[in-house]
């Protein structure tokens, strides 16, 4: 499933004769980004292994007999999952509902009547879930990317809690404090998962959305969600015995596997790294202060995911939105707290915002959107994006568009093939070119070491960055 990369005949034709046969050098330092859906660069061939086998569960679908349902929204992850590649984000929304706060009565999660997450599909009409008439608030939920999981879980923990006690001037963000379902005797740990950041750990999402979007009970999740809560009709359409995910042949469960899978898939791609104008005004008009861009991640269980320099692009920090806030209570997080959706691998999505409300313009216009809604204590991040002029603001979109790019990339469709080849090849710059390539310049898509041109090092990085036949 996972492509491939080797060098086809038509690019080693257009090598050849572009006079750069010469071009698999053996500079192997600053390999190019992996596409997204690809495995973290360095893994062992055990961790290979594990990868593969987690891409295998994910897209495989799990049967009635085996546990899927009674009520559930796919029967995959992949089902929800797979754009522009397997783990990718989705068109898929899924809906919350609860009783909103009114009168002095707080929020209520109708957790008796199946809230507050719904299941709207079934395997036996007389057990099917709706959303309950007492529910006075709904609100739909897009489907995330799961690239780069695991580095995301390899950020320390001190590193948010130190952001989140030194808040820049008028910024209230907080860490969600919430249990591991896996550890659910130690410590709380800050959740950084989810549009409410309600969840810590990918071993905890994989358990959570194996019972919640699938109805797949685990030893941690054993109890199936009842249509509407009704006790009855599950126990009339209910008939694999509980806990349902359990080791298979190889001793694993499936929910470890989708673990490995997410864990190991590579951060998306920025192009290029570092160095844009956009950036720049994106930090002087505050976005930077939620949207914090750099970590470097800890230990993790694997050395390619520790000690690596990442760039996600947000604090983990629960804010208030204002009436961006999807009027649903989860955990600690408020009606109107969102935490700070992370921007790496903007570019290859196309509705943002938790419900996917900024979507069907064109990137910029979607952006733009996107921005235009941020309320609350992002309001005047918000309005000082509006009050630049447009060169300032183009720069900021160029920046944007650099999120979910791989090198090479130019029409920024997640392969790098003929296509792109025809309009990069333009850009070569050979060493040392008198006028360098910059980080604002179109050939910097291409100089993927940064050191402002496009030679022959870089045609090397190209064969080895090709997806296309
Ligand atoms: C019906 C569609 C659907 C299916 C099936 C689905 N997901 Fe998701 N996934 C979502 C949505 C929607 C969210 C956002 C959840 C929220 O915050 O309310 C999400 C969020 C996530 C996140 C959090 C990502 C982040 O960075 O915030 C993880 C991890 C995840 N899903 C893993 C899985 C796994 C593992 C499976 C299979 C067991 C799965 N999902 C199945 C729709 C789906
Ligand atoms: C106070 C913190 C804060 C500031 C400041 C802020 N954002 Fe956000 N941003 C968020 C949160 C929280 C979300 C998630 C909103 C939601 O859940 O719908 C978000 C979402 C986004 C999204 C949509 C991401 C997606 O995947 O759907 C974009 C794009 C974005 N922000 C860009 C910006 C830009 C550009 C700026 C500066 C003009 C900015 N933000 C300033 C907190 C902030």
Redesign the pocket.
């Known amino acids: 499933m996972v492509p491939v990369r080797r060098t086809s005949p038509a690019l080693a034709r257009a090598l050849a004769l572009a006079g750069f046969v010469a071009a698999a050098t053996p500079l192997m330092a600053q390999e190019p980004q992996p596409v997204m859906g690809r495995p973290v660069s360095g893994l062992t061939s055990a961790e290979l292994a594990r990868f593969d086998a987690g891409l295998v569960a994910?897209t495989t679908p799990v049967l009635q007999s085996e546990g899927a349902g009674p009520i559930f929204?796919?029967v995959?992850?992949a089902?929800?999952?797979n754009v522009p590649a397997i783990g990718g984000f989705?068109t898929?929304?899924?809906t919350?509902f609860g009783i909103a706060a009114a009168n002095g009565a707080p929020f209520q999660s109708l957790d008796g009547f199946g809230g507050t997450l719904l299941q709207d599909q079934f395997f036996n009409i007389g057990c099917r879930e709706t959303v309950p008439v007492q529910a006075t608030v709904t609100a739909e939920?897009?489907?995330?990317?799961?690239f780069g999981?695991g580095l995301?879980e390899a950020i320390p923990e001190s590193v948010l809690l130190d952001r989140a006690a030194n808040q820049p001037f008028g910024l209230a963000g907080r860490v969600h404090m919430v249990q591991p379902f896996e550890d659910p005797n130690g410590p709380q740990r800050v959740g950084r998962?989810?549009?409410?950041g309600?969840?810590a750990t990918?071993e905890s999402?994989?358990l959570d959305?194996?019972l919640n979007?699938?109805g797949?009970t685990s030893p941690e999740l054993p109890f199936e969600n009842a249509p509407n809560g009704d006790m009855a009709l599950l126990a009339q359409c209910d008939t694999v015995a509980d806990p349902e995910d359990l080791p298979d042949a190889f001793g694993v469960r499936r929910?470890e596997r989708?673990t490995d899978f997410?864990r190991l898939l590579a951060a998306p791609a920025q192009t290029p790294r570092s160095g844009m104008t956009g950036e720049a005004v994106f930090e002087a008009i505050g976005c930077a202060d939620c949207h914090v861009g750099r970590y470097t991640t800890g230990n993790a269980p694997e050395a390619a995911l520790s000690g690596q320099l990442i760039q996600p692009y947000s604090d983990f920090l629960l804010h208030d939105m204002g009436l961006l806030g999807d009027g649903i209570v989860e955990g600690e997080a408020t009606e109107t707290e969102m935490m700070t959706r992370?921007l790496w691998g903007l570019v290859q999505r196309n509705a943002y915002l938790?419900d996917g409300r900024a979507l069907g313009g064109t990137f910029a216009d979607n952006v733009e959107s996107a921005i235009a809604e941020h309320g609350g204590t992002a309001a005047p991040s918000a309005a000082a994006y509006q009050a630049l002029g447009q060169q300032d603001k183009d720069a900021v979109i160029a920046f944007l568009t650099s999120l979910g790019r791989a090198e090479f990339d130019w029409d920024v469709n997640n392969t790098i093939d003929e296509f792109d080849w025809f309009f990069v090849e333009p850009f070569a710059t050979g060493p040392a070119p008198a006028t360098p390539i910059t980080p604002d310049d179109p050939g910097a898509i291409a100089d993927v070491d940064q050191d402002g041109d496009f030679d022959l090092v870089e045609f090397g990085k190209l064969q080895r960055a090709w997806t296309g036949q």
């Open positions: 994910f929204n796919e995959t992850c089902g929800c999952h989705g898929r929304r899924v919350r939920r897009g489907t995330p990317i799961l999981l995301l998962f989810g549009w409410k309600g969840i990918v999402f994989s959305a194996a979007e699938m797949l929910t989708f997410q992370p938790h």
